[in-house]
């Protein structure tokens, strides 16, 4: 059977169409076209000089990063690592969790080098399962001992606040709560979303059993219950959700607002608001970075993450996904309040990983099913 | 039917079966490192309702598609519907959406302050309902999956022999009568073929059951893996999946029924003439426009609407030129190979009645029930361990995923034109002195093209929007349309998303349009 002359130009133009991605290196972390908002390490702030790195001589070869984080997010950061260092990096993005997963199947072949978390409770998962390799103190003493793990396995790069979204249009910021626990007031019933399924959420209701334990921690998930809350797959739908009417407020992590700020303009009637106690409410969460056990490039998957903890990247992190950094001396987006400000609940954000006893909690009292 | 396969048949039948049931021995393997908590999970009540709103939505989209996609193969395939070609493709097409764009689509539309609701507001109309729950999941599901049945039905219209109808027609029957009594009992097997797809993605979805609220089975096994990372407790409920899905094989069964769809008489089939609609042409262009514009038009001017409102607040266009290559060539190589892999397996199942013929075929398709993630971690755990380390996560491995995952869609198109060609012309070029592969290649490879288009354009649709495998197992830095699209949506960047969703449908559009005009000319050849 011979092809018409037609089909065979039109596969003729595929297959040419289909190499050339290919032949220009299509195999390498090629980092789109990005907008000019989100070249990272080119604009800094005049009070933060760029603290360029010598690279130890021995630094050579490939690392492959596993991350949870979007290629729009720290695509051009991992980008530049490779630039300072010369170490060649391949990167592959997907949800935090299911790149977790994927390390636990892959079991002691593992291409992996570098474990790049959206959130800690992931890290504590591996850590548990003993897939994590000690950080050198010079990296781990760079943050708090609240922003890392307590046996050196991982350390975070980026903080996270809970707070409360809320519709500016629908509510006054006067009539919203200090603490966390006082939601369950029948006056918003009807008007709450969350995420139950959410990692982030569930590490918030973790550090809730930590501090006040399993019974209180359970009735107020019925009291918030009792306010028939909207459920919602992640916290970016909800904040939209706030925007469209559909709820009034919502458990959200702070920084999706500014995303959405700069998608939809100043007039996005959303607004954050930080609960003022020292409950879970103000619970503050991180992105974190870890090397894996398995790594055959163990000094440039440390140095990677050490380049994370650096001022240049923690910088980025501040400009560019207005998250917060946790080395000390780099200046914070205005728009949000300060660390110290935020009287954060006393808990071991690696315990954190206990999601199976939240998990249950949730079952239980009927949140998740 | 003739009682002994040839040994090389069902060789390969049951390599590629074996292949097939590799995601099945992974659960197995997880299910036995399962510990009491995990089984503890099965008896709660709460999880088998949770069950129970799967059956019910797949019961749902399956009507749903059926309902849609056989009255408009119809139109498409035997009428002379003005644009024929057009709709032909545009009716097709919604089967590229990948399911959680169409969900937010949906909710952008229909929300309590949604584009529809500002729009309808000044002529009068109240609140529009809500897109939660079962209604709208089943509304968005249906509007993508109903392809598998259009297409299915589509194929097998078109080697229809019109001497019955013809023969009905003379004896006095109205075409009404004629669709009900003659075509439609004809039509038995690509329904079932086509349901059966159909119910195999909305058992299979995560993602617009995720967003639209609706409790289904699959969002019990992404909470397992999401937030416990307890692959055997998902791996768990993943078989009890399984399990569902051997009850829906069974009832497809039993939908198809046994009779063949050859003409048995003397002579051979014509082209049928194209049955002219008259008045009926204007409803029936605003139904198919009606069609289209739901599932289509509508999520498109959403995605338009995001990306202007992105333009006009200063964000730039996030387009990766790679990525657009390496979707078409993983679509390609998949569909491609998904087709060869069916071959075997349809051929044996339809032109054998061993029994080893039906398990071959039963087990190439347990992997299209099951959610990605799991086919995806099954492969992953064969392949990290026992694999050598090149062919981890590289393109051979990803391509096998996918054609584990979609194997039924080119399996029930084929088995369809199958069905349909006579076997005494087979039998006919063997007794004239060609061996069996000759007689293959030359008598029934022609007559199998429909079916083969059909299943090839099913399943490079369904894999350049596939995600969970793709982000798993694809090389890594294989850049890909579709984690662009996801990632950026999932953060809420919508006007981020727009350019990759709509070069995706767009992408998707041109294949679909190159493929069926194959079908058309290969038609009468």
Redesign the interface.
Same mark, same amino acid.
């Given at each position: 059977?011979s092809l018409?002359p037609r089909?065979r130009v039109?596969l003729a133009l @595929?297959a040419a169409?289909?190499i050339?991605?290919?032949a220009?290196g299509?195999?390498?972390?090629?980092v789109?076209?990005?907008?000019?908002?989100t070249t990272g390490g080119d604009r800094l702030p005049a009070s933060v000089r760029p603290d360029t790195p010598v690279p130890p001589p021995s630094l050579a070869g490939q690392i492959?990063v596993y991350s949870g984080r979007?290629?729009?997010l720290v695509g051009s950061l991992l980008q530049r690592f490779e630039t300072l260092t010369g170490v060649e990096i391949?990167?592959?993005?997907?949800?935090t969790?299911?790149m977790?997963?994927?390390i636990?199947?892959?079991?002691?072949?593992?291409?992996c080098d570098v474990y790049y978390a959206q959130d800690a409770g992931?890290l504590g998962?591996l850590a548990a399962a003993g897939r994590l390799r000690p950080l050198p103190p010079s990296i781990l003493s760079k943050v708090q001992p609240r922003f890392r793990s307590p046996e050196g396995l991982w350390v975070g790069s980026s903080g996270r606040a809970r707070v409360v979204a809320y519709s500016t249009e629908r509510v006054r910021e006067a009539d919203l709560y200090d603490s966390i626990w006082s939601y369950t007031d029948p006056k918003w019933t009807g008007r709450i979303g969350w995420a139950p399924?959410n990692?982030s959420f569930?590490a918030f209701v973790t550090a809730m059993r930590l501090t006040a334990g399993d019974q209180a921690t359970a009735e107020w998930l019925k009291g918030i219950l009792r306010n028939r809350p909207?459920?919602? @797959?992640?916290n970016?739908?909800i904040?939209?959700?706030i925007a469209?009417?559909?709820i009034d407020l919502g458990f959200v992590n702070h920084y999706?607002l500014f995303?959405?700020l700069?998608?939809?303009?100043e007039s996005f009637p959303v607004r954050n608001f930080y609960p003022r106690a020292g409950d879970p409410g103000s619970l503050i969460n991180v992105a974190g970075a870890a090397v894996l056990k398995t790594s055959r490039n163990p000094a440039a998957a440390e140095a990677l993450v050490d380049f994370l903890l650096s001022p240049e990247a923690q910088a980025s992190f501040a400009e560019e996904t207005h998250e917060y950094p946790l080395i000390p001396g780099v200046p914070l987006d205005p728009r949000l309040r300060s660390l110290d400000e935020i009287a954060t609940p006393d808990v071991d954000l690696g315990a954190l990983a206990d999601?199976?006893g939240t998990?249950n909690l949730l079952?239980e009292v009927?949140a998740?099913? | 039917m003739r009682t002994r396969p040839p040994l090389p048949l069902l060789l390969a039948a049951s390599l590629v079966a074996a292949l097939a049931l590799l995601p099945v021995g992974y659960l197995l393997l997880r299910m036995a490192a399962a510990g009491p908590e995990a089984w503890a999970l099965l008896a709660r009540p709460a999880v088998w309702s949770v069950f129970g709103n799967s059956a019910l939505l797949a019961a749902v989209c399956t009507a749903g598609a059926v309902a849609l996609g056989v009255p408009l193969a119809w139109l498409t395939a035997r009428t002379d519907l003005p644009g024929r070609r057009f709709w032909s493709v545009a009716l097709v097409l919604p089967l590229a959406m990948p399911s959680y764009i169409g969900a937010y689509a949906w909710i952008a539309l229909l929300g309590p302050r949604g584009m529809l609701g500002r729009l309808l507001a000044p002529l009068g109309i109240g609140r529009l309902p809500e897109p939660y729950g079962l209604a709208g999941t089943a509304l968005v599901i249906t509007l993508i999956n109903y392809p598998f049945v259009l297409l299915a039905v589509r194929a097998a219209i078109r080697r229809l022999d019109p001497a019955l109808e013809e023969a009905a027609l003379g004896l006095g029957l109205s075409r009404r009568q004629i669709f009900w009594r003659v075509t439609l009992p004809q039509l038995r097997g690509p329904i079932a073929a086509g349901g059966l797809l159909a119910a195999f993605y909305a058992l299979s979805d995560f993602g617009a059951p995720a967003l639209l609220r609706y409790k289904s089975f699959t969002r019990v096994i992404f909470i397992e893996y999401q937030s416990a990372f307890n692959r055997n407790t998902a791996a768990l409920m993943a078989l009890v999946l399984v399990g569902l899905t051997l009850a829906v094989l069974a009832a497809e069964a039993a939908v198809r029924g046994r009779s063949p769809l050859f003409r048995t008489g003397s002579g051979s089939r014509r082209p049928a003439a194209p049955i002219p609609l008259g008045r009926w042409k204007a409803p029936a262009l605003v139904a198919c426009a009606g069609v289209v514009t739901a599932a289509l038009g509508l999520p498109i001017l959403v995605i338009l609407y995001w990306n202007v409102v992105g333009w006009r607040n200063g964000q730039g266009l996030w387009l990766s030129p790679s990525a657009v290559g390496n979707s078409l060539l993983a679509g390609t190589l998949a569909a491609a190979a998904a087709v060869v892999a069916a071959a075997p397996v349809a051929y044996l199942a339809g032109r054998y009645r061993r029994r080893l013929a039906g398990w071959a075929d039963r087990s190439a398709y347990l992997g299209g029930a099951l959610p990605g993630i799991v086919v995806a971690l099954a492969l992953v755990f064969f392949s990290a361990r026992h694999l050598p380390a090149g062919l981890y996560q590289s393109l051979p491995l990803l391509v096998l995923a996918y054609v584990i995952r979609f194997l039924p869609q080119a399996i029930g198109c084929l088995r369809t034109s199958l069905a349909q060609i006579p076997p005494r012309l087979e039998e006919a070029a063997r007794g004239l002195g060609r061996g069996r592969l000759r007689t293959f290649a030359a008598v029934t490879l022609p007559l199998l093209k429909p079916g083969a288009l059909a299943g090839a354009a099913l399943v490079f649709l369904t894999t350049v929007k596939e995600l969970p495998v793709t982000l798993l197992l694809s090389p890594t830095g294989f850049d890909t349309l579709v984690y662009a699209i996801w990632s950026t949506a999932s953060e809420g960047l919508f006007s981020q998303a727009s350019p990759s969703a709509l070069l995706l449908l767009g992408l998707s559009a041109l294949s679909i349009a190159v493929i069926l005009r194959q079908e058309e000319r290969g038609l009468y050849g």
């Open positions: 059977m018409p089909r039109a @595929a169409l289909s050339l991605p290919l220009c299509g195999n390498e972390s090629s789109p076209s990005a907008p000019p908002e492959t979007s290629q729009n391949k990167v592959r993005y997907g949800a969790a299911e977790a997963a994927l636990l199947e892959e079991g002691e072949n593992s291409p992931a998962a399924t990692g569930q909207k459920t919602y @797959a992640n970016a739908a904040v939209a959700a469209d009417g559909e999706y995303n959405f700069a998608e939809r303009g999601l199976e998990l079952r009927g998740l099913e | -």
